[in-house]
């Protein structure tokens, strides 16, 4: 249709009134049909000009923002909103022009307190900015789902985690209960302790005392609230950094590295301390699977709105069975392993908005793929060709 205006235009002079009158009527219900959509949809629309001027708001936008009394049209924009956080937020990325930005902002309309996203990217036309446009949406809703699920998800895991930590001090539990007896045994009996035994029993109680310790502690780090500080970051200079970090452990396991790190990746929201915590507690699984060395792999690569992060070996794989449970508290196949490496990446990597995928063929190697969101701004400029 609006080939057929813009044609209609071009020899407009050569139109009779009759014509131009029909050409108005036709512009101006497809403006009115615009007008009902923007007016219908339930997310706020707001435009404005190079001036930052609101030339269009949609109606849900004044049920979102709170606007000051007075006329809207023609003002700058955030001049007329009436919330500090927001106004200041839409002048400092306006005047910045050029770039998408985005903000999350808590505002309380009649006593009720509202989640709001604000995007506001430029609107380009063939090449030069017309003026920008802000999209507001309310995920109050969606923000306690998103809570409660986690909510859920921690308890479950924590019940696990729990009924695992039960599972694992019995064991040392039971060894202090046993030789505590046998010392009062040979109390009973020499109505002494000699030193030779007592001390082979306080060895054993220290050792066994030492376990528990261990356990606590790395339940406590399983389980404790992550406060990861996200910053944005080069996700390949974080890797190697690691692989520096790591290397000489690795070639002193006759473990040689490899990488193929895809160029120009954009910049990831993460914790660069975690990340590194998590991969290198699979980097750790992985030398240990190698026990006369072999070669780790490592990939980036961009796809979509996704950086895949691939960390490879050729050790001994995971069986089917095994493959199910690698991820649960305290599931160990080595005699001396805590069972919670895994279950801290799997946190890391959750608490990062990612996830991870394992592939595994036992006898010839082990994939993990750490899959972790691209931010948003930076992804798209609205491109609106006339
Ligand atoms: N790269 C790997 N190759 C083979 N097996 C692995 C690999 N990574 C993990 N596993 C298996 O998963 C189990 C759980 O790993 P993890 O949670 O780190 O605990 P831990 O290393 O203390 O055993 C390991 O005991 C091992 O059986
Ligand atoms: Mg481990």
Redesign the pocket.
């Known amino acids: 249709m609006r080939k057929f205006f813009k044609k209609a235009l071009k020899k407009i002079d050569k139109l009779s009134g009759e014509q131009v009158q029909d050409l108005l009527e036709e512009l101006t219900s497809e403006n009115e049909l615009l007008e009902i959509v923007l007016n219908s949809m339930t997310d706020g629309i707001l435009v404005t000009d190079t001036n930052n001027k609101l030339v269009f708001h949609n109606r849900r936008s004044h049920r979102l923002i709170p606007f000051s009394s007075g006329d809207l049209d023609d003002s700058i924009i955030w001049e007329v909103i009436d919330d500090d956080d927001i106004s200041k937020f839409i002048q400092k990325t306006l005047l910045n022009a050029e770039k998408v930005s985005e903000e999350e902002f808590t505002i309380k309309i009649a006593g009720i307190s509202k989640t709001l996203w604000l995007d506001i990217m430029p609107v380009v036309r063939e090449g030069s900015i017309q003026g920008s446009l802000l999209h507001v949406s309310d995920i109050t809703e969606r923000k306690k789902r998103d809570g409660r699920l986690r909510r859920a998800e921690n308890l479950a895991s924590l019940t696990t985690l729990a009924a695992g930590v039960a599972h694992e001090i019995k064991n040392p539990l039971g060894s202090i209960s046993i030789h505590i007896q046998l010392m009062q045994k040979s109390l009973k009996r020499d109505k002494q302790l000699k030193e030779e035994t007592s001390g082979k029993y306080l060895e054993i109680l220290n050792e066994e005392v030492e376990r528990l310790n261990n356990i606590i502690v790395d339940f406590l780090f399983a389980v404790r609230p992550m406060n990861p500080t996200m910053k944005k970051s080069d996700i390949n200079k974080v890797l190697t950094d690691l692989l520096e970090f790591v290397k000489y452990e690795l070639e002193e396991a006759s473990v040689t590295i490899e990488c193929e790190l895809q160029e120009d990746l954009p910049k990831l929201e993460i914790d660069e301390k975690y990340m590194k915590q998590a991969i290198l ?1 699979i980097i ?3 030398v ?2 190698m026990p006369e060395g072999g070669v780790m792999y490592f990939k980036t690569v961009r796809d979509g709105d996704f950086i895949h992060i691939y960390v490879c ?1 050729t ?4 069986s089917e069975e ?1 493959m199910a449970k ?1 991820f649960e508290p305290y ?4 005699q001396f ?7 801290v990446v799997y946190k890391i990597i959750k608490e990062h908005g990612g996830d991870i995928v394992l592939e ?1 063929v036992e006898n010839q190697g ?1 994939t993990f793929t750490i899959n972790l969101p691209v931010p948003q701004s930076g992804k798209r400029l609205l491109d609106w060709k006339g």
Not at 315 to 318: L, N, Q
Not at 331 to 334: E, I
């Open positions: 507690n750790k699984n992985s240990a699977a070996d050790g001994t794989g995971i095994n690698i599931f160990t196949t080595k392993g805590s069972g919670l490496g895994l279950t595994s082990t």
